[in-house]
């Protein structure tokens, strides 16, 4: 669909209509406006408006009318648009908005993050919480006022992103009560559905608290770095209204990262905390001082590798029983899956072999045995119930925020030229694997990638060490960091 040519116009007309239908018949909960928001001078006599640019106020008007009318056909429908930061007279009927908005050069929530990872949900989900940051903080929009979205869908691709989407519904509302789905991936299955419902559910009764936020550690808008989203940096928003409320923590990085907060409520200097864990979910942390947590201490939280913790904090006072009280990073070892220590196997002028090993337990036998074919897991990992090796470069010779790197890393021959066939080579147990360099649909600079992995299907074995190999070029500043075992079961579906 494209902007109507008039507001004014029969098909104009036509639109507003089908749409007020849709609205009542179906009593539709959101509507976003889109490009449909945008008006264009006409000079059509036939409209019953002034011509060229006199025209636009007419319009304008129309649209206006067009907002109350679907309050009336729908009461108590959101209204979102593209843009509607900078109209004040379209502010009056929005509840919220998405998409599209420039500052500092960029245009940000429906673009792909450049970090260092394969799940596609992840990279708009930490696009967006930046995105949504800067806006918060350039356009001062209070946070009740906040949409954000869950939008690969359409955009990407059309198959689900078990783990990805987990990980964006959640941080979706981390940074904003009211959310958006872009489209439903064709094979999205009915646990999904009911994840996505529970969460939903639970933002819905708790709408008071995710009102309000303050973003925790790093508060500074950086413009610079708005493609690039978190890659490296635990991001956190508070949700708290007087002596209680909401920590959401997220961690798109290959390792564990631990958050460490003051604890400054609205409370006495005395006044004792319990922490819940709410995502995801199943114990009570335990804190310093007799298992809780005093006014002005500080508050430990281990978040795990490429995942979400929830945390509910209260008034000791508040708290209902025992509730499997345990230290709050009881459950760390289990999600420890990046590869870092590697010893140097031999070494050229021109390359270097590097050597590690990495075990995966039974559980992950399923995700070692499939049918798909290399056509499709190769282009869409993220879509599969398999198992990954994520390995990490960095092109230090480009600005410290630059995550892109070459997508063909070839070595130098002796007589200083590419030799074509040497490429980066990777052995599982000895046996060569094809490496892939990961690419997107959007936001996708040519010859680059954000990271290389390669399929662990065959070779590796559960139980066991699994020896890897990875030989590399050398060349001035590119720096190895590692690798991830990716796998499905990266963010659970919590308790």
Known sequence: MRPLACQLSPEGEAYFQKMLELARTYKLRAMHWADFFE?????????????????IYAQGQRMLRFGRELREASPGIMLGADGGFTNPQYVRYEDSRAHGTYYGGYEGDHFSAVEPDIHIDRLYADMNRVYLHGSHAVFLRPWYRTLNCVNHYGQESEHHDRAGFRYSLLSALAMAG???????????????????????????????????????????????????????????????????????????????????????????????????EVFPGGLTLEGPTNGEYPQGGKL?????????????????????????????????????????????????????????????????????????????????????????????????????????????????????????????????????????AFKTERNQVKDKTRCYFVNLEGET???????????????????????????????????
């Open 178 to 276: 009211q959310v958006t789905f872009n489209d439903v991936p064709d094979n999205m299955p009915e646990s999904e559905i009911q994840f996505a419902q529970r969460w939903l559910n639970w933002a819905k009764t708790n709408k008071d608290y995710l009102k309000q936020s303050d973003k925790l550690f790093d508060r500074s808008v950086h413009y610079a770095d708005v493609w690039q989203g978190d890659a490296e940096s635990l991001s956190g928003l508070a949700h708290i209204r007087g002596d209680r409320g909401y920590i959401l923590l997220f961690n798109p990085s290959p390792v564990e990262q631990i958050a460490e907060l003051t604890l400054a409520l609205d409370a006495p200097s005395s006044e004792h905390f319990f922490v819940q």
């Open 300 to 436: 430990r939280a281990t978040v795990p590798a490429k995942q979400v913790r929830i945390l509910w904090i209260a008034p000791a006072s508040t708290r209902a029983g025992n509730q499997n009280v345990r230290p709050e990073n009881v459950r760390a070892e289990q999600w420890r899956r990046y590869v870092g220590d590697w010893t140097v196997a031999k070494h050229t002028p021109e390359a270097a072999t590097l050597r590690a090993s990495f075990q995966l337990l039974a559980t992950a036998a399923p995700w070692l045995a499939s049918s798909v074919p290399e056509s499709a897991w190769s282009k869409e990992p993220w879509a599969y119930d398999k198992a990954y090796l994520v390995f990490f470069l960095k092109d230090e010779t480009e600005e410290l925020n630059n995550n892109w790197v070459p997508d063909k890393l070839q070595f130098q021959g002796s007589a200083g030229g590419a030799t074509p066939s040497e490429t980066i080579g990777v052995l599982i147990n000895g046996v060569p694997k094809s490496l892939h």
């Open 461 to 495: 074995k559960t139980g066991q060490n699994n020896e890897v190999e990875i030989t590399l070029p050398i060349r001035t500043g590119l720096v190895f960091s590692g690798a991830y075992v990716d796998l499905p079961d990266q963010v659970p579906a919590g308790e």
């Open 39 to 55: 008006i264009f001078p006409c000079n059509r006599a036939d409209h019953g408006h002034l011509p060229g640019k006199y025209s």
